[in-house]
């Protein structure tokens, strides 16, 4: 797969290429560049398939290049020394990254996914909802894409109301009623949801705590406003309702 490198910083671009070259041998690495202005000629120049991007380069950031080649053909992984909650940004938004120090593992995992997907089609909305998301900041809600079996969904995580493990998949109940089968594990939704007012009561549930209609003592469980009544594990009680305290819901 034809592959460059746009890094601002000589010794990170010589490292990702040295990772690249041991460890991900289906890429063939053909030009790098270190500013918008050379990103955005080498990527015309050559047409790659696959583009490591940093986040910060030399007359703007990557972003400034997708905006300046909105019918970009190539699949994207950016490299990033961004914050927790940036990263976060970054998976609410089903976006390929790495973390520098860039870990192997990571960086043949990000390459089989992109080579499993190919190019994607809605590339354009992924990225301009991660810069939503990064503009937002902590306070404000995002959007979450979602996959499910046949689509990418964009969700308001507003209107999620709990969240249910299947298995090797999550099922996601929305506010209106409805529900979609998500292509993730329940522990993934715990991680990103964590700061947004939701707790996984149970193994196999989150949910958004604003839902809660009430808890039935004698039960040890939550009814929501949709009428689902969830369990509360014994192990977690004590930590939720002190949870409910600090985000003033009790």
Do not use: W
């Amino acid at each position: 797969m034809k592959t460059i490198i746009i890094e601002d910083e000589e010794r990170n671009r010589v490292v990702l290429q040295s990772l690249i070259e041991s460890y991900c041998p289906q890429l063939n690495i053909v030009g790098s560049a270190e500013s918008v202005r050379d990103g955005i000629n080498l990527i015309r120049r050559v047409m790659p398939k696959l583009i490591f991007m940093d986040i910060q380069l030399r007359g703007g950031t990557g972003f400034d290049i997708l905006d300046k080649l909105p019918d970009l053909q190539a699949s994207i992984i950016f490299t990033t020394a961004y914050d927790q909650y940036a990263v976060k940004a970054f998976k609410f938004s089903a976006i390929d990254y790495l973390l520098k120090p860039i870990d192997i593992d990571e960086l043949k995992q990000a390459v089989a996914r992109v080579i499993a997907l190919g190019n994607n089609e809605m590339n354009e909305q992924k990225f301009q909802n991660l810069l939503n998301n990064l503009k937002a900041g902590h306070e404000e809600k995002p959007i979450m894409l979602v996959s499910t079996l046949d689509s990418i969904e964009f969700i308001k995580i507003n209107d999620i109301v709990h969240v249910e493990a299947q298995g090797a998949y999550s099922k996601i109940h929305l506010v209106d009623g409805t529900s979609l089968l998500a292509s993730k594990i329940i522990k993934e939704f715990e991680y990103l949801l964590s700061d947004h007012a939701f707790y996984r009561v149970h193994q196999s549930h989150i949910i958004n705590v604003r839902y809660i209609q009430k808890y039935l003592k004698s039960q040890n469980c939550f009814e929501l406003e949709d009428g689902t009544r969830i369990q509360l594990a014994r192990s977690r009680k004590e930590q939720f309702f002190e949870i409910l305290k600090h985000i003033g819901m009790n």
